[in-house]
Each structure stands twice: as C-alpha cells, then as structure tokens.
C-alpha cells in the first residue's frame, strides 16, 4: 500500500516554462487536495477534487490547472512558471467518512 | 486574511519540558481543529484532532485543550522527547464530512534538546 505517491521529488524551470506535479493515490479515496507550503506560512490550498471529474479553486489557485480523470490521479500544472511559485507542493487525499488527510512526501519545486 | 493563527513560530523545549503551540481562529463555522506533524523532508501527518462539543482530548502525551467562546485551541506535549523535534501545524475546517478543505495555521518548528 503505497499511500500518496508524487513526483518528481525535485525540479528546477527556467521563468515561463510549464511542467505537471503527479499525483496518484491507491486508498481509492474520493477526495484529492493541491497544497504549496512556504515558510512561515503554513500549507495554502491551491485546488481540490471531490471526485472524478470534479475540482475546484482553494486559496491561491492562479497560475495553476488541475484535472482529475480518474479516482487515483489529480495532476497539478504550472504553465508559465514563475519565481514566486518556488515552493515545496503536496498533494493529499482523504475519505468522505474522516477528516484526516494522507499526504505525500512533496515536490520540491525551484523557478529560476 | 489568515483565519487560523498560530503561535510560537519556533519553540525549544529541554527534554521532559512540556511544549505548548497555541491557535486562534476566525470563522465560528469552522468544526474541526486537527494537529498534523511534519518531520524534515516528510508530509504532514495527523496527530491528533478534536471538535468543538468537547474541550479536551488525549492521546498519549498530545493533548489538545479547546476554548470555543475565545476561538482558541492549543497542542500539549508532555514529557517532550528529542524525538518530537518537528515542525507543527494546526487547521480547522467545516464540515469534515463535505469537501473537508482544511486551513492550516503558519506552523511551528519544535526542538526539543537532550
């Protein structure tokens, strides 16, 4: 049982190039969540999913796009990126029947 | 606007000391208030939650003290162990039965010295 599982670890763009977080979850779990951790100021949602086919914005979703085709995938896409959107990115997935999140171990991002 | 605050932003406690990370939030809708740990390179994990009909739980040496007329809640470790070192983050919610999106307070780093 692998949990949540992201990739890749690590990444550096250039300023204006795009790139996709993976994201894949095995607990079968309907709900999905993009958050960016920066520090000192905690984890900002940046998208979520209640399911296939459905997501919606949280907190900071400029500058992203996600999409959610199947239960076990939510990709994340940076297009354009942008220095400000350096930061460590982590995805999370949960039951409807608990509010206790599974998150990944993060992609480290770095926008040069 | 920061709806859930927290405090201190780093803490460092002599082994067996007792830590304390306080919160504070905004929106009385919100109906969960869960602790999450995060060790160095790791996600969050849930370390423990509690909701507002009650004003404590324990769990171990975690123990979460909640003040719902002062929009307060707060994490306990006792007995605090090198171990513990970590950053903490606490959130709240509404509904954790619906879409369940969390809002996490800005973390604090704990270090607990031998």
């Known amino acids: 049982n692998a949990g949540v599982t992201q990739t890749p670890k690590f990444r550096i763009l250039k300023i204006g190039q795009s790139m996709t977080l993976q994201c894949a979850q095995d607990m079968n779990h309907n709900y999905m969540y993009w958050y960016r951790q920066d520090p000192g100021m905690g984890l900002k949602l940046i998208y979520y999913?209640?399911?296939?086919?459905?997501?919606d914005k949280g907190e900071v979703p400029n500058g992203y796009n996600v999409s959610r085709s199947t239960t076990e995938y939510f990709p994340l896409r940076l297009e354009l990126a942008a220095p400000s959107q350096t930061s460590v990115y982590f995805c999370?997935?949960?039951?409807?029947?608990?509010?206790?999140?599974?998150f990944g171990e993060g992609s480290r991002l770095t926008v040069l | 606007q920061q709806q859930v605050k927290q405090s201190p932003q780093s803490l460092i406690v002599q082994k067996g000391g007792i830590s304390i990370i306080n919160c504070a939030y905004e929106n009385t809708a919100f109906d969960y208030f869960p602790w999450y740990q995060q060790f160095p390179g790791k996600g969050p994990a849930l370390l423990i939650a509690i909701r507002p009909d009650v004003s404590e739980k324990k769990e171990g040496r975690f123990t979460i003290s909640f003040n719902k007329s002062a929009k307060q809640f707060s994490l306990h470790i006792m007995d605090s162990q090198p171990g513990d070192s970590a950053t903490y983050f606490c959130?709240?919610?509404?509904?954790?039965?619906?879409?369940?999106?969390?809002?996490f307070g800005q973390g604090t780093t704990l270090q607990v010295k031998p």
């Open positions: 999370a997935s949960r039951t409807g029947n608990t509010g206790e999140l599974f």
């Open positions: 999913s209640v399911g296939a086919g459905i997501t």
């Open positions: 959130a709240a919610s509404r509904g954790s039965s619906n879409t369940g999106k969390l809002i």
